[in-house]
């Protein structure tokens, strides 16, 4: 089928993304820098919090082994064809993330069922368990009888890693003709996830840290704000996680377009 563009004008690139191949696992971070981590970890009891109307966050949402199970799954997915790549906005300007789509594959600014700015592959299917894990979220973020749990159904997957350096601009998720809540699981370094505004991209913005399997739920009233990952920080990652060196982001979102 046909690029389907919602929203925004659906400009893309002419040029391409650029694949990608991920790299090895690196090497655990300085015993100094982890044991610095692992105090902090240790220090106040993070809880759930709605940072704002519609924005929850649930810190340690996924296990140690869950956060493994879906590295081993990302790096299946990564893998060509429609596998891992830069995208490209239509400035020309590569993203600093990777990044690899399931279910609908996203371009800045259009979806479309096959990689068109790569090997023009059908994208991957959205598992099954990733689907439900996404239902859970969005149970866990607003309760299990909340209208939005109850009619979440999910059909799309951005998966961006972001290798050292990378950082993802304020944005909204504009491209959806659903305003069902988009579901982030973070996994790896620690980042910075920014909040500005639904009509607006500056200051004041709301920043919630998310560590390594932490949960981020934004919808309501929010479902359009924009946002961003202005920062990660290096070597905060739990050991053992079988990643390379970065943070990985998993956002399940129900786009509402029509197969």
Not at 245 to 259: F, P, Y
């Amino acid at each position: 089928m046909g690029t389907q563009r919602t929203r925004r004008g659906g400009a893309t690139s002419r040029l391409g993304g650029e694949p990608v191949a991920l790299t090895a696992v690196s090497a655990p971070a300085p015993a100094a820098r982890q044991l610095q981590f692992r105090l902090e970890v240790a220090g106040p009891t993070r809880t759930r919090q709605e940072v704002l109307p519609g924005a929850v966050h649930v810190p340690d949402w996924l296990d140690h082994e869950g956060q493994r199970k879906l590295i081993e799954q990302f790096r299946h997915w990564s893998r060509p064809p429609a596998g891992l790549r830069h995208p490209r906005v239509p400035t020309g300007h590569l993203m600093s993330v990777q990044s690899v789509c399931l279910g609908w594959h996203w371009r800045p600014y259009a979806y479309s069922k096959t990689a068109d700015d790569t090997d023009g592959a059908p994208v991957k299917p959205l598992p099954p368990d990733l689907g439900r894990k996404a239902r859970r979220a969005v149970a866990d973020a607003y309760g299990p009888d909340s209208p939005d749990a109850l009619a979440y159904s999910p059909d799309a997957a951005i998966v961006n890693l972001y290798p050292t350096g990378a950082r993802l601009g304020l944005h909204q998720d504009g491209e959806e003709p659903s305003d069902a809540p988009v579901v982030t699981i973070s996994i790896g370094d620690t980042c910075i996830f920014r909040f500005a505004g639904v009509d607006r991209r500056t200051a004041p913005f709301v920043d919630v840290e998310l560590r390594s399997g932490d949960l981020l739920v934004f919808g309501r009233e929010n479902r359009r704000i924009f946002h961003g990952v202005p920062s990660v920080i290096a070597n905060t990652s739990p050991d053992g996680l079988g990643l390379p060196s970065g943070r990985l982001s998993i956002t399940v979102r129900e786009t509402g377009l029509i197969s």
